[in-house]
């Protein structure tokens, strides 16, 4: 049995909502769906959705104005996404430092005007604050169309497990500002990832499972894993999953190409899983559209996560890799040493 | 004509939104409600918002877990309140201090959940951050019953001028906490103020506008009058609608009533007009609880706010006592110095 409450993040999310009681209008239960699901009485189910950039913004991983502005939006935007909900609208919690000046503002309006605009989603009121800690907090909301919305749970072995678009973009920008100042090039990484908003409206109807990216590619797989009891086959080398630059860097910081998919930064694509039958749909659903979803692997009665190395398949040690970022402090040359000692313990 | 953007704070939320287009679903123009109010695809109103506790914890106004916990949730119910919603959810915004004990979390958490309780509000989800600035955030919605809500727009002269209880416990509060460490008492001074949910779902058939006091009293009804085309006669004493702790501290600290009445902490009452034709409907509908509302005064053509000093009634100067806060930047000494200032200025 894997436990969600093995990850630290899942227990400490365990621990605060212990003593709070559940609404008898929410459908989902803890964990099992990037927004919260809620039957609204008239019939219709609203997903609501709250999230923050306020780590990205302390730790320098986040400076530029419309960026901090566009992510705001786009981490909100991707739990929908990831529920296959409607937007409609996002509420926001601005805290400045008093000392911001116009242009920093006002290049943040334009990132969050814009994001807006890329997902059809309007900002409906806020709220601001002033500290000498900078924080940007967003809740957005949506409708699920027909009342059936996506969630993490529903997939089973036998089903195959794909991602909405290239991985690795998270980590390899993550990696590029926090660690490559030694000259190895990252820094010219662009990080500027969409919400799948409308690639979710479609997957909703054929996806039996679906989670963001947010939190990085193997995040993502081992906590749908954990969440449905089932295990994940990577049977496609990296490299052909894996967004071009993120190969770079990896080569650039002599780190396996798999740490590029481990880190905590995420690059919000959609991991989800299709089940056979369905799999036609999906082909069909996309044949006139750029959007190419990527197959990873599939779906496994064994638990765990499985990658190639080699021709052989190894396990990846899913609480371990997610642990890490955690018990590594922010501190991002502990947190890579330690991944390269769990890369020890997985060779073959 | 008395313009919002003469205060500072409208003038920020005015610069922040210039750029980002309005929802066609959303019904209130800024400014003129408490709480957001959607109009859903399907035929029901939604109202949502969205408040922090951030600067109460940086200034050290509240540091008791139990109590942040408290007003997380009632800042935002007061203002599905004060648009007569009835409430669904709330989302939740946790970014606390990495070194946060178990014992400190507990108390924040029981806080939230005796609110909700109190509120019959269901924390939906939420999400967490580790920083060295703690900050809570929460973003509630609910339902308007026949989708006619309550806003800050509907008063006229001749209207009567209510709240829904004493005043002046937030400004009181306030001073006991950041300037009476002199040993005037004022650290006796109980402040757990209750949102008035139960009362704004029976105002909204019979206010013609309500704001709750999250801002202090003044800012209130000036913001009301401002947003009207209007003013406000307060021709009760207000020794006889403010709270008696503020009377009592108003006194050991030598500061004239009025000015418990402007301090930019609340008590998360409601100030709601009623036309005359409908005075008998408001005592009816409260005729068998305990909730009596307090007559303040009217509402009059002639703009701004007058105040009962003796025997005369004096102009209070609404812009000046509102953007004093923001001007002494945070330092209660001076914020104090310059009320005083303006006191000798009203005086008839």
């Known amino acids: 049995m894997q436990l969600t409450n093995e990850i630290i993040e ?67 935007a991707s739990d929908l996404a990831a529920v296959g909900a409607e937007p409609l609208g996002i509420m926001l ?48 909301f949506g409708l699920i169309a027909d009342n059936r919305p996506m969630t993490r749970i529903g997939c089973k072995p036998g089903d195959l497990l794909y991602s909405s678009g290239p991985l690795g973009l998270g980590s390899a920008y ?13 820094a010219g990484i662009q990080y500027k990832p969409a919400a799948r908003v409308r690639e979710g409206l479609i997957l909703r109807d054929i996806a039996s499972c679906c989670m963001d990216t947010s939190d990085g590619a193997i995040a993502t797989i081992d906590q749908l894993t954990r969440l449905n009891g089932v295990g994940a086959e990577i049977e496609r080398p990296i490299s052909e999953f894996m967004i071009a630059k993120a190969v770079e860097i990896s080569r650039q910081a002599r780190l396996p190409l798999w740490t590029l998919l481990a880190g905590p930064h995420g690059e919000f694509e ?56 955690n018990e590594s402090r922010g501190d991002a040359e502990r947190y890579i040493a330690g991944l390269l000692e769990i890369n020890k313990s997985i060779s073959p």
């Open 10 to 76: 899942n227990d400490f999310i365990e621990r605060l909502t212990a003593v709070l009681p559940r609404s008898p209008l929410q459908s989902n239960k803890l964990h099992e769906s990037d927004a919260e699901l809620i039957d609204l009485p008239g019939g219709r189910i609203l997903a609501v959705t709250i999230d923050s950039i306020a780590e990205e913004i302390e730790s320098g991983l986040y400076s530029d104005p419309y960026l901090i502005g566009w992510m705001l939006v786009t981490v909100n």
């Open 270 to 325: 959609l991991i989800f899983t299709v089940s056979s039958e369905k799999i036609e749909i999906l082909t069909d659903a996309f044949s006139n559209s750029d959007f190419k979803p990527l197959k990873l692997g599939k779906i496994d009665v064994e638990p765990g996560i499985r990658i190639l190395s080699g021709n052989n398949m190894v396990s990846l040690p899913g609480a371990k890799i997610r642990n890490l970022w």
């Open 93 to 140: 919690s601005q805290t400045f430092s008093p000392d911001a000046s116009s242009k920093f503002i006002e290049e943040l309006q334009k990132g969050i005007r814009d994001a807006c605009n890329a997902y059809r989603l309007y900002v409906m009121g806020g709220d601001t604050n002033f500290s000498g800690s900078m924080q940007m907090g967003g809740c957005a």
């Open 174 to 186: 993550a990696l590029s500002r926090l660690i490559n100042k030694k000259g190895l090039g990252g």
